[in-house]
């Protein structure tokens, strides 16, 4: 019989359990990055400091470049904000010796953008959101 409580977790019970996870797979692939998380977030913004658009990514722990958020003002989009951002990523991933760039986007965001940018579909999750597909792609460097 299984034992224990289950019950809400903590921030510190997070960092627990993230800790966890990375003694576990640095014990089967070693890192060849340290820091094992390194940030790489950049925003443009114009003359009066309003922020147009931005990107939220990650290098972590084999040299590897995951995009977790980009997005371009609406008013903005179509005019190489994005391609920018993408441009900034790829040099930060060269020099950081990365091997390759992912992300995942929905049918209803940016998949067209990101192909024309190099990137390639290596999987979809159907039906997520309900009548939509989720893509994911990557960019090898």
């Not at 019950?7 to 997070?14: H, L, N, Y």
């Not at 003002?73 to 790829?90: C, D, F, S, T, V």
């Amino acid at each position: 019989m299984m034992e224990g409580v289950m019950e809400r977790s903590t921030r510190e019970d997070m960092m627990f359990v993230d800790k966890g996870i990375m003694a576990y797979n640095q014990g089967k692939v070693p890192f060849t990055q340290e820091p094992p998380f390194i940030h790489v977030n950049r925003v443009i913004r114009n003359e009066e400091g309003e922020i147009l658009a931005g990107v939220n990514s990650m290098i972590y722990c084999w040299r590897i470049l995951a995009i977790d958020v980009l997005w371009v003002k609406e008013a903005y989009r179509k005019m190489g904000y994005g391609a920018r951002l993408l441009q900034e990523l790829e040099k930060v991933a060269k020099e950081e010796k990365c091997s390759m760039i992912h992300l995942d986007t929905f049918d209803f965001q940016a998949k067209g953008f990101y192909e024309k940018n190099g990137f390639e579909v290596f999987g979809t999750l159907e039906n997520c959101p309900p009548g939509h597909a989720r893509y994911y792609m990557k960019k090898e460097i």
